[in-house]
């Protein structure tokens, strides 16, 4: 079986041959490695070509800078291997990873197998500070078991909702992908990996967890060469994205009762709030105010779902929202989430480093 790995590269050379070792000295030797130069404007891309020249198991991809997300699309349409695997340019994959990836494939039938990572300083002289197991065991689950632990929010070590949040440390199926046209949305500067994710678990029916450390993961201070440390205001439109995907296999699941469905909703409207407060607290930052966006809300239908199975259970927790949010006056709404956008602030300051996650 071959196993196509995607190498979204974009100005990290100084770290892509301890990527690229990792992948081309694998135990497991079927593999084809897709690096994808995303425009670099350091030696990249003449790094890439390096290895290509000297390993037929390499395969470049030179193209425009259009982001991660486009990189890792430009990646799947060239892979050719039965599974697929992700792994970032500036993290790096243990030597047996694969191998055990592909025996639990084979060996589970499942349709996606996910593992642990670890995560790595780049200061040599400090220790490895964390070792993150998703599950303290070998089980296969199915996908709705895996969705629900994912909308509960049991996203700590030790959930299989934290191996699902990302693309890196998991295989999937090509065939999966391919015949459901499951691509990476490019509208998402950040989280698109999440949506992947999301898609591929309404077609696969078993998520097999390896008990090893797969994946590689690595912090440079306070923040990754392919960094997470923005405040991004938009992130709503992110989850309202996500949870719509895992809601449709919630919907047409059988055994799930009324009362887990209820808990599911509830939990994501009560998130729904708090992510809108934020928004509001940053929202010169969209290009027409928050108005649309809340507009937009208000008339979805999962949400107006949400609303109406959401009560306040804290005394901070407002009665007004979901009402305004049944009733869908968004005007008034906005009003009432600027006040609350105003303590917000007040508590907690702004930050400076903010940008959007959804490209215009």
Same mark, same amino acid.
């Given at each position: 079986?071959?196993?196509?790995?995607?190498?979204?590269?974009?100005?990290?050379?100084?770290?892509?041959? !301890?990527?690229?070792?990792?992948?081309?000295?694998?135990?497991?030797?079927?593999?084809?490695?897709?690096?994808?130069?995303?425009?670099?404007?350091?030696?990249? =891309?003449?790094?890439?070509?390096?290895?290509?020249?000297?390993?037929?198991?390499?395969?470049?991809?030179?193209?425009?800078?259009?982001?991660?997300?486009?990189?890792?699309?430009?990646?799947?349409?060239?892979?050719? =291997?039965?599974?697929?695997?992700?792994?970032?340019?500036?993290?790096?994959?243990?030597?047996?990873?694969?191998?055990?990836?592909?025996?639990?494939?084979?060996?589970?039938?499942?349709?996606?197998?996910?593992?642990?990572?670890?995560?790595?300083?780049?200061?040599?002289?400090?220790?490895?500070?964390?070792? !993150?197991?998703?599950?303290?065991?070998?089980?296969?689950?199915?996908?709705?078991?895996?969705?629900?632990?994912?909308?509960?929010?049991?996203?700590?070590?030790?959930?299989? =909702?934290?191996?699902?949040?990302?693309?890196?440390?998991?295989?999937?199926?090509?065939?999966?992908?391919?015949?459901?046209?499951?691509?990476?949305?490019?509208?998402?500067?950040? =989280?698109?990996?999440?949506?992947?994710?999301?898609?591929?678990?309404?077609?696969?029916?078993?998520?097999?967890?390896?008990?090893?450390?797969?994946?590689?993961?690595?912090?440079?201070?306070?923040?990754?060469?392919?960094?997470?440390?923005?405040?991004?205001?938009?992130?709503?439109?992110?989850?309202?994205?996500?949870?719509?995907?895992?809601?449709?296999?919630?919907?047409?699941?059988?055994?799930?009762?009324?009362?887990?469905?209820?808990?599911?909703?509830?939990?994501?409207?009560?998130?729904?709030?708090?992510?809108?407060?934020?928004?509001?607290?940053?929202?010169?930052?969209?290009?027409?105010?928050?108005?649309?966006?809340?507009?937009?809300?208000?008339?979805?239908?999962?949400?107006?779902?949400?609303?109406?199975?959401?009560?306040?259970?804290?005394?901070?927790?407002?009665?007004?929202?979901?009402?305004?949010?049944?009733?869908?006056?968004?005007?008034?709404?906005?009003?009432?989430?600027?006040?609350?956008?105003?303590?917000?602030?007040?508590?907690?300051?702004?930050?400076?480093?903010?940008?959007?996650?959804?490209?215009?």
């Amino acid at each position: 079986m071959t196993v196509s790995i995607i190498v979204p590269i974009y100005n990290t050379e100084e770290y892509l041959k !301890r990527c690229v070792d990792s992948l081309v000295n694998q135990s497991y030797h079927d593999i084809e490695v897709l690096l994808v130069d995303d425009g670099s404007t350091d030696s990249s =891309g003449l790094i890439c070509d390096e290895y290509a020249a000297t390993d037929v198991r390499v395969c470049v991809i030179h193209k425009p800078n259009s982001g991660e997300a486009s990189a890792r699309n430009a990646g799947l349409i060239k892979a050719t =291997g039965q599974y697929v695997m992700f792994c970032d340019s500036d993290d790096e994959l243990p030597l047996y990873a694969i191998e055990r990836f592909v025996n639990a494939m084979d060996e589970s039938a499942a349709d996606m197998a996910v593992g642990a990572y670890i995560e790595k300083s780049n200061n040599l002289s400090s220790r490895d500070f964390a070792t !993150r197991y998703c599950l303290p065991h070998y089980e296969t689950y199915t996908s709705t078991q895996a969705i629900i632990s994912i909308l509960r929010g049991e996203e700590g070590p030790g959930q299989i =909702g934290h191996a699902l949040s990302a693309v890196n440390g998991s295989i999937f199926k090509r065939s999966i992908i391919f015949d459901n046209k499951i691509m990476f949305d490019e509208k998402f500067v950040i =989280g698109n990996d999440s949506l992947f994710v999301a898609d591929y678990l309404n077609f696969a029916k078993n998520i097999y967890n390896v008990f090893s450390i797969q994946y590689i993961y690595y912090q440079y201070g306070d923040e990754r060469v392919q960094g997470m440390s923005w405040l991004y205001p938009d992130r709503l439109k992110l989850y309202v994205t996500m949870f719509g995907k895992f809601w449709r296999v919630i919907a047409t699941s059988q055994g799930i009762s009324e009362d887990i469905k209820n808990a599911l909703l509830f939990k994501f409207f009560d998130n729904m709030i708090a992510e809108m407060v934020k928004a509001v607290a940053y929202e010169e930052y969209f290009f027409d105010g928050f108005l649309p966006e809340l507009t937009e809300l208000v008339n979805t239908s999962l949400v107006y779902e949400a609303s109406q199975v959401y009560y306040p259970t804290r005394l901070t927790d407002s009665r007004v929202i979901p009402m305004l949010f049944k009733l869908k006056q968004s005007r008034l709404l906005l009003l009432t989430l600027r006040r609350r956008a105003k303590k917000h602030i007040e508590k907690y300051g702004k930050s400076s480093h903010v940008r959007l996650m959804v490209r215009g």
